[in-house]
């Protein structure tokens, strides 16, 4: 019998003992003081800069580092967050916006009306629903030095739900004047957090420290909304690429928090009695097949449904969660139990797959052999465990498939690649997004049909955007659920991407670690503290 190295960690955690590893966080920990806490998430930060890519980590980093005009409640209404007061004129066309009192940058200027307005302009051209603010805004501009106005063509009452969108992060001017297209580098923001530079090590770990002359709201901490009331020092976020090594941290104390456990090794963390598991979005995500629809083979509509009838969403998820309690299958492309979620052109969803009619599927596009590559993400379980299902799976029905493992950093650098896989491009890659995220077409970028104006995979349908456009014309739910059905019709003919199912990812904790606020897909760092234990 040949043990692997995971079967003695396991076996060692069962046996309620710290594997001996190794570590550089031993010592560190020797030193830290109780109000620090240091965090695994489900990848190590690559950009640092909010605007510039969708990544979940560089989000999580804007939440510490900057603030937002609006921000979601738990209940993902928009709720003033930077803004005190703001109002609509008569004819409903013009906004005003007066910033609160008690905002300032870490560098110590003020905030500033110039600096939303130069946010909004960097953000709105990246983001669909700034795109849909944009087409219908006449003018944003400065009143004074605390107010700024969003005047309109015509009435957008979805406006105040749109400056709520997750990436619109307020900068300074003079970083927001820079294109979103290029990184802004300062880190400095005015949220509750200051990213600290000087012990922060690329590649190892970064370090956050409490904002001491942040003013939170008076409101209680509601998701992403209400009072950023941070109970903590400092917050250390740890390169741990091995999982099971960053377990072992976590039983040790050397951690107090991992975003993305193994699902293996949940029932040790559950059995422990210093740790807790905690599923922080209740909502759950959606994991994700994008296919470059500019390149072959899935330039080609039909080779693109071939992946529909090919997909087993239960033995993906079973290969990439594990326990059936942590997964559903999803047919909507609106996700499971949202107002929009419908069973509209959905006979391609077969219990098991269908790997013939995929194959009839290929055929019928002209599959000639061209090599797909799938880009394997090595440092999340998950995705790595999909991605060799799926290239086995791809093989059975005569597909020619190439692995392409990168840490997902480098997943996040490659897929921005719109070439053919000859010149470093891609074929399919694996990802994620909040499933209440999906009943959002107007701000989720990933439910875009626009080509290569959109996300990742670059599927393009006129017909789509038009009605996806409605969506923040109309002002019922009837007219939303209506258009819902519509567009799923023509989405699933697109094939633009591929669900693989919905899974509850639960985080792990040390006992010690409380107050952590659940929001979909991101880690807000205000509300948590530790406790003596």
Known sequence: MTISRRDLIKAGMAAGTAISIPSVLRAQTQTATE???????ATFIRSFDPMFTTDDTTQSHGLAVYDTLFSRDSQLMPQPQM???????????TYTFELRDGLGWHDGTAVTAADCVASIRR?????????????????????????????????????PDILASARLF???????????????????????????????????????????????????????????????????????????????????????????????????????????????????????LRLNCLQKPFDNVKVRQAMLHLVNQEAFMMTSVGNPKYFRTVTSLFGNDAPYSNDENTGWF???????????????????????????????????????????????????????????????????KMGPVEDGGWS??????????????????????NGEKGWYGWPKSDEYE????????????????????MMQGIYWDLAGMVYLG????????????????????????????????
């Open 428 to 449: 399919i890659h694996i990802t994620s997004m909040s499933n209440d995220s999906a009943s959002q077409p107007h701000a989720n970028i990933a439910l875009t049909a």
């Open 35 to 41: 109000q620090t806490v240091r965090m695994v998430l």
């Open 502 to 533: 919905q899974f509850f990812q639960p985080s792990a904790r040390r006992k010690s670690l409380t107050g952590l606020i659940g929001v979909p897909a991101f880690i807000p760092m205000w509300n948590m503290q530790k406790v003596p234990g």
């Open 123 to 159: 953000w709105a051209p990246v983001e669909p629903a700034g795109q849909l603010m944009m087409e219908r805004a006449k003018d944003i501009s400065k009143k004074d030095d605390r107010t700024f106005t969003i005047a309109l063509k015509e009435p957008l009452g979805l406006l």
């Open 350 to 416: 077969q219990k098991g797959g269908n790997p013939e009619k995929a194959k009839q599927f290929l055929k019928e596009g002209g599959y000639a052999g061209e090599k797909v590559v799938i880009l394997q993400s090595t440092d999340w379980a998950e995705a790595n465990n999909a991605s060799q299902l799926l290239a086995a799976e791809l093989r059975k029905i005569g597909v020619n498939v190439e692995l392409a493992p990168s840490d997902w950093g480098g997943i996040v650098e490659r897929r921005a």
């Open 466 to 485: 038009a009605l996806r456009a409605k969506w923040v014309e109309v002002e019922t739910l009837e007219e939303r659920q209506t258009l819902a059905r």
């Open 170 to 288: 307020i900068m300074r001017e003079k970083d927001a004047n820079r294109p979103a297209t290029e990184q802004v580098t300062a880190n400095i923001g005015s949220g509750p957090f200051k990213f600290n530079e000087l012990l922060s090590k690329p590649g190892a770990n970064v370090t956050y420290d409490r904002n001491e002359q942040y003013v939170p709201r008076r409101e209680p901490p509601d998701g992403r909304a209400g009072g950023k009331i941070v109970k903590v020092d400092r917050v250390i976020w740890e390169n741990i690429a091995d999982q099971q090594t960053a377990v072992a941290a976590l039983q040790a104390g050397e951690i107090d928090f991992i975003q993305s456990p193994p699902a293996d090794l949940l029932s040790v963390i559950e059995s422990d009695p210093n740790l807790a598991l905690q599923t922080l979005n209740k909502s759950g995500d959606l994991m994700l």
């Open 83 to 93: 803004v005190g007061e703001w109002g609509v004129s008569e004819d409903k066309k």
